[in-house]
Every structure is written in C-alpha cells, then in structure tokens.
C-alpha cells in the first residue's frame, strides 16, 4: 500500500509551497485575523459586539472544524478541487457581507464563506505538502509561514482599508484581492490523489483516536492550545489592567505574533537537522515557561514585552512544527485525518483557554488569576503532550523507537 500521495517534482514543490504559503497568508488573515472588524460589524448592522465576536468566532470553528473532512478527501482525491472551492467561497463570503442587508446575512455568510473556504484550504494544501517525499518535516514547518504571516499582516490591513473605505466597500477590496491570489494558487497544487492515502478503518475520527500515542498527542494539544490562545486574547486586556494604553498593548499581541513568524522560519533548519519531533517538544516546553514568567512580568511593559516576543518564538516552534512532528510520530497515511484532527482539538483549546481564564481573572478581580490558568493548562498539556512519542513510525508506517523520517 502506497503512503505518499503522489509527489510532485523538485519545481512542483516549490510553486506548491509558495501556493500554500499565499493562500493561507490570504484565507487564514481573514478568517482569524479580522478581530477589528468587531466594532464596525458591530456599528454597520446595529448590534452589539457580542454578536460581532459570535460570527468571528463562528467563522474559525468552521475553519477548523472541517479539516476532518478535507483533509482525508484532498489525500484520496487531490486537494486542486477544494482549493478551487475555497477561492471561490472565500470571496463569496466576504461579498455577502459587503451587500448583506441584515446582520445574520452578514453572519452566516462570512462564516460559512470565509470560514469554509479556509477549510477548504488549510488542512488540505498542509496535507499537499506532506506528500513530499524528501525533507517533508522542513518543507511542512515552512508551509505554516502563512499561517503566522497573516498574524501579521491581516490586523493592520484590515484596519487601514476599513478606515479609508468603510466596512462594506473594504469587504469588497478583500473579496477582490483574496480572489486573485486564491486564483493564481489554483494551478499550483496537485490535482491528483491516492485513493490508499487513508489506511483501511481510518478514514473517520474515532479509530484514530484509539491509537494511544495519538490520543495523548491530541489530549495534549488541546491542552497548550487552550494556554496558547490566552495571550492571543487576553495580553492587551491583562496588560491594560496594568496601566498600559490600548496601543501599547496592541502592539505587544504584535510583537507576538512577528516573533511566532520568525520562529517558524528559523524553526526549518532546526527541523533537518534535529527533526520535527525533538523542535516541537522543546517549543512545547518553552511555552509552558513563558507563560508562568508572564506572572513574574506583573503587567509592567518591558517585562510583558519580552514575555510577548519569547512566548511568540515558542509558539511559532510549536504550532509551526506539530503538523511535521505528527507526520514524524505516525507517518502519512491517514496524515489529513490527523491534520483534521489536530485543528479539532485547536478549536476546543481556542474555545476553552480564554473563556477559563477571563472568568478567573473577572472572579479574582485581577489578570493574575487568568494567567495562572494559562500555566496550568499549559503544563498539564505538556506532560501528556511529552508522551506522545512513545512509539514512532518511520515513512513504510512500521513502528520503531526511533524518528527516522526527515532525518
């Protein structure tokens, strides 16, 4: 049985990488970047920012959500018609919400087009990659520099264009835009998959959950994610509790994510020499680290921005690097699934670690008390996460006890 989905050659790479790169820098911007769209969602349809933070939210749950489901499908039968999808609906979201004349228009459309044409993007063009044969764990930590990417660019993009424009015609300037880069991605990845790609009795979420090393791996990441989202969420606020202004703490959610970019990058030779595993679980560990010295930091600026910039270099070699590690620890057959999966368990931590942690700080009276949770999700997502690697798969899928793939 072939595990690998058929690779394309040494150019095909590259152009799938840079495709891959592109669209998820575009699909991914707007559909978790787009956090400032909150307050003029909210004033263009005249309702509350709850209700605008609802259709975000529900944006990325669609996103991540349907990486179970597009990720077996572009390993069985080639991801090109699901990226086609998604250049199509991503746009189409972002029209529906520019010309909705009510706000649950607005809403489901956003949602269902942005958030799932994302999901037509992601998991599959991740899994697209991991059909390269050579240098695969490199190659998949340097497709997550979309993801990070639009980290950076999304948020002060989206700020400028609804600024000079408006809500509605700035939609439309992004429809516009996300259509011509999702376009020219197109023809880039492959158009063909490998029916084997997914080995028999795991093709849905269950069996591979009863593989006990992945379920730890997953236990585990639910865990960090949820202590990774806190300070995406929450260090602005914590820090503004503080004394600090909004802009200053804006921009340490920046420094954030700038430094998560760089991360990934670095994170690519890493990788080849010491392999995709060994980097994940030191950026596992230093996240844990850093979140406990955010309570030492005690919301003062320096120490807080140093937190920023050292907790977004261990997310960016955690986050960027779990895709590889996963492919390291139990090969490529069934890899979408298991992308989907991974997203899964993102979403519970992204839904779980900032709710847990705003009510403890609003019960505390304090970010203190927020933060502490972050900790303990953090470590307590480390020990199972650690344990992942009992056993490993080499890339015929026979298990040994040591990583051989990407070595």
Do not use: K, N
């Not at 660019?153 to 992004?174: I, M």
């Not at 595993?277 to 680290?289: E, P």
């Amino acid at each position: 049985m072939s595990t690998d989905v058929a690779a394309p050659p040494a150019r095909g790479i590259g152009r799938l990488l840079a495709a891959t790169v592109a669209a998820t820098t575009v699909a991914l911007g707007l559909a978790t970047g787009t956090g400032p769209l909150v307050g003029p969602v909210a004033a263009e349809f005249g309702v509350g920012a709850g209700a605008a933070s609802l259709m975000l939210a529900a944006t990325l749950a669609t996103m991540l959500g349907l990486g179970v489901v597009t990720g077996p499908r572009a390993q069985r039968h080639g991801p090109r018609h699901l990226v086609a999808l998604g250049a199509v609906a991503v746009p189409a979201g972002l029209v529906v919400l520019a010309l909705a004349p009510s706000f649950p228009l607005a809403a489901a459309g956003f949602a269902l087009g942005v958030g799932g044409g994302a999901g037509c993007l992601f998991v599959p063009l991740q899994a697209a990659v991991g059909a390269v044969a050579r240098r695969r764990g490199p190659a998949l930590v340097l497709a997550t520099a979309g993801a990070g990417l639009a980290t950076v660019v999304a948020p002060p993009s989206t700020v400028a264009l609804v600024g000079a424009l408006g809500l509605r015609d700035a939609a439309l300037v992004l429809a516009g835009i996300a259509a011509v880069v999702l376009g020219a991605c197109v023809p880039a990845v492959p158009a063909g998959g490998d029916p084997d790609a997914a080995a028999p009795g795991l093709r849905t979420v269950g069996p591979a959950l009863r593989d006990p090393a992945f379920r730890r791996f997953v236990l585990g990441d639910v865990g960090l994610c949820a202590a990774m989202f806190v300070p995406y969420v929450h260090l602005a606020g914590f820090a503004g509790a503080r004394g600090a202004d909004l802009a200053t703490g804006a921009a340490l959610v920046a420094a954030a994510g700038a430094a998560s970019l760089l991360a990934r990058v670095a994170a690519v030779p890493a990788v080849a020499r010491w392999g995709a595993w060994t980097v994940c679980r030191v950026g596992a560990v230093a996240m844990t680290v850093t979140l406990g010295a955010w309570l030492l930091a005690d919301g003062r600026v320096v120490g807080s921005a140093l937190v920023a910039v050292a907790f977004g270099c261990a997310h960016g070699a955690f986050v960027g690097v779990s895709g590889a590690a996963a492919a390291q620890l139990f090969g490529v057959t069934g890899f979408g699934l298991r992308l989907g999966v991974l997203h899964l368990a993102a979403a519970a931590g992204g839904l779980l670690g900032p709710a847990l942690a705003g009510l403890a700080a609003d019960a505390a009276g304090g970010p203190t008390a927020g933060i502490a949770v972050a900790v303990v999700l953090a470590t307590a997502g480390s020990a199972l996460f650690l344990r992942a690697g009992t056993r490993q798969r080499d890339d015929t899928g026979s298990t040994g006890p040591a990583a051989t793939v990407d070595a």
